[in-house]
Each structure stands twice: as structure tokens, then as C-alpha cells.
């Protein structure tokens, strides 16, 4: 079993920056691609960003590109998402997943198999 805790949301200006981490437990992830979720009021989940299993290769939704930077630190069994010049559109619900597809990175929730449970972040203008 993975155990997958997000932390860092809050209430963050317009123009703003804040970094959210995913700290996984119970099994390493480190062989396996992650990826970042978010999901606002009203709307699909969508994807955010994933990296692969190395951290070397990273992809982005075009929404994010240039201001949100996802990375990995597999020493500590942690994933980061840097998130640069917040607008209020990016305010939602942030969920951290690991791939169930092994050390690549996929952009499709369902190729997901453990979630966290979550972190708010609310953009004010």
C-alpha cells in the first residue's frame, strides 16, 4: 500500500507563489511516474503536471506551462509542485497521484492508482 499527504495549500495573493509536497509512505515511489491533479469548483478534475520516475522528464498542462514547476526528491520519497504567479483561475483542490503504469509519466487520471486526499489552494485577486 502507498500513502500519498499533500501539504503546502492555503490562501495565496493574485501574482503569488506557493509550493505544494506529496509525501509518500508505506512504499517507495521512486520507480514510478507521479503526477499533479486539480480539480475547482464546478468542474472535472483536470491534470496539472506529472515527471517521470528519475524526475528527468516532466510534462505540463498548457494552462500551467512557464509558472508551475514539478520536481521529486527520491531520497526523501517526495514529489513538489512550485506554482509561480498565481491568478485566481488556479484556485482549487490539488491531489498528488502515482502512476500505475510504472516509471513513465501519463497525463490520464485513470492511469493513476493511489491519490491523496488533497490540498486547497485559494487564489485571491
Known amino acids: 500500500q502507498v500513502q500519498l499527504v499533500e501539504s503546502g495549500g492555503g490562501l495565496v495573493q493574485a501574482g503569488g507563489s506557493t509550493r505544494l509536497s506529496c509525501a509518500a509512505s508505506g512504499r517507495s515511489c521512486s520507480s514510478y511516474g507521479m503526477g499533479w491533479f486539480r480539480q475547482a469548483p464546478g468542474k472535472e478534475r483536470e491534470f496539472v503536471a506529472a515527471?517521470?520516475?528519475?524526475?528527468?522528464?516532466?510534462n505540463y498542462a498548457d494552462s500551467v506551462k512557464g509558472r508551475f514547476t514539478i520536481s521529486r526528491d527520491n531520497a526523501k520519497n517526495t514529489m513538489y509542485l512550485q506554482m509561480n504567479s498565481l491568478n485566481p483561475e488556479d484556485t482549487a483542490v490539488y491531489y498528488c497521484?502515482?502512476?500505475?503504469?510504472?516509471?513513465?509519466?501519463?497525463?490520464?487520471?485513470?492511469?493513476?492508482?493511489?491519490w491523496g486526499q488533497g490540498t486547497q489552494v485559494t487564489v485571491s485577486s
Open positions: 515527471i517521470n520516475g528519475s524526475g528527468g522528464r516532466t
Open positions: 497521484a502515482r502512476s500505475a503504469i510504472g516509471s513513465g509519466y501519463t497525463t490520464k487520471g485513470y492511469e493513476y492508482d493511489y
